[in-house]
């Protein structure tokens, strides 16, 4: 037996409605149309679906399992007409990881040319490791991966890493740490509060290797994942901290902070990963180029 979709509406609506009159106004239909149409439905279904009480139909036992079908094929045919007519179920999905290691800041200025394209994209961003992102692109959950380095060679997943671009970094604090720093910098380092990102970030032995090649012994106070949370403990004088040249008048503004020196041996690198070996895909060239382009065109 097929289901009837039109018997079906119409039994959904004088189960909504109560009756049958009230079903044939709304529809611009006899109540006898309507009835017999009924009859129909439950004779090709075996169930009685109403019983009458008074001047009302009320549901069966059989009718309110067969109402609860019905709610649910119908509010999901108004989603498939809502989604028809919404520009946004129209473009194109592209998923992208960022490594938790990549300041967020340099992350939304890569990843933003993605919706500049004359091509709809609605952009799907997931944070997360780099291994598990990894993981994710290999099973193409993802289209690409922004991060701070390139694909570990001891992975077994295929995917190809693409220089986005560098940029130095320079040491930022608050300004009521300026009348503690004493000497040239960076020397003047010495003995500071010192603010490190955490083990996962690609940059953090680089810059414990430009300290002690320098002979600097900061006092380190702190440690984080977050570059957010990093930066807005710098802002409120807990320490010293590193950043990206790139970033630095968003920093200074953003977190009321000053600029001490700069590590210019040290640099703060952003990769797209992906599993092209040749960029293709159109949001991704258009991340690829506008970083190279304008991000970080110093």
Known sequence: MSLNYKHLRYFWMVARTGTIARTAEQLHLTPQSISGQLSEFADALGVELFRRTGRTLELTEAGTRVL???DTIFRIGDELVEALH???AHATRFLVGCADSVSKIVASQVISPALDL????R???REGRLAALLGDLAVHRLDLIIADRPMPAHLSVRGFSHLLGESVLKVFGAPALREKLQGPFPRCLDKMPMLL???DCATRPRVLKW????QVRPRIVGEFDDSAMLKAFGQAGAGVFFAPAV???????QYQVEEFGEAADVMDQVYAITTERRLTHPATVAISQQARKHLFAQ
Request: charged share 40%; with cysteine.
């Open 118 to 121: 004359d091509e709809p994209v």
């Open 68 to 70: 609860r079908y019905a």
């Open 247 to 253: 970033l630095a008048d968003h920093i200074r503004k």
């Open 197 to 199: 990102p955490g083990e």
């Open 211 to 214: 300290l002690e090649d320098h």
């Open 123 to 125: 952009l799907v961003c």
């Open 86 to 88: 919404d520009e946004s």
